[in-house]
T-cell receptor
Framework: EAGVAQSPRYKIIEKRQSVAFWCNPISGHATLYWYQQILGQGPKLLIQFQNNGVVDDSQLPKDRFSAERLKGVDSTLKIQPAKLEDSAVYLC????????????FGDGTRLSIL | GESVGLHLPTLSVQEGDNSIINCAYSNSASDYFIWYKQESGKGPQFIIDIRSNMDKRQGQRVTVLLNKTVKHLSLQIAATQPGDSAVYFCAESPEYGNKLVFGAGTILRVKS
């Protein structure tokens, strides 16, 4: 089966600019996650969707980050305005269900803020 | 586990030897645990998972051991190969909803 698709693979922007990332999960996976991975650290959850509803966005910096999952399939994550500390890899993952299911990750978008 | 930033612990093993990667988790209420392998420039790749009602689970060349008494998880890789070189992360799910909390990671280097 096709894996989780993410684009773009790389993005370089200046601080205070905006950026958007796109994710297409594995077909049939109801749950979708966005993670931030800073160099040398494990991924940190930003937001979790179940179909097109938000399950957990407690760690999403809502003053600058937003995410949506229209129609319960693809998702976009946006940052506006970007700060230097947002430089990281943004990973999307999907899972079949909501509990005790392995999450399958895409290869991420590497974001560099100048 | 807490992040150690860029100074990840490193395990170096000889090709063909067995590897054991350890992980201490933080939440005694966690009921699901998972190991991921991450190669440079790629996303984490699922290796094996285990539920809290088990203490051992085996896959192909890998075994996960869970000790809930001391909140410890380990990943054993048999006959380690150069392709096993990567960063390995353990993750725990502390509550219903499949939220994963990742540990800091361990670098595995396989010497030929």
């Amino acid at each position: 089966e096709a894996g989780v698709a993410q684009s773009p693979r790389y993005k370089i922007i200046e601080k205070r600019q905006s950026v958007a990332f796109w994710c297409n999960p594995i077909s049939g996976h109801a749950t979708l996650y966005w993670y931030q991975q800073i160099l040398g650290q494990g991924p940190k959850l930003l937001i979790q969707f179940q179909n097109n509803g938000v399950v957990d966005d407690s760690q999403l910096p809502k003053d600058r980050f937003s995410a949506e999952r229209l129609k319960g399939v693809d998702s976009t994550l946006k940052i506006q305005p970007a700060k230097l500390e947002d430089s990281a890899v943004y990973l999307c993952a999907s899972a079949l269900g909501v509990s005790n299911q392995p999450q399958h990750f895409g290869d991420g978008t590497r974001l560099s803020i100048l | 586990g807490e992040s150690v930033g860029l100074h990840l612990p490193t395990l170096s093993v000889q090709e063909g030897d067995n590897s054991i990667i350890n992980c201490a988790y933080s939440n005694s209420a966690s009921d699901y645990f998972i190991w991921y392998k991450q190669e440079s420039g790629k996303g984490p790749q699922f290796i094996i998972d285990i539920r809290s009602n088990m203490d051992k689970r085996q896959g192909q060349r890998v075994t996960v051991l869970l000790n809930k008494t001391v909140k410890h998880l380990s990943l054993q890789i048999a006959a380690t190969q150069p392709g096993d070189s990567a960063v390995y992360f353990c993750a725990e799910s502390p509550e219903y909803g499949n939220k994963l909390v990742f540990g800091a990671g361990t670098i595995l280097r396989v010497k030929s």
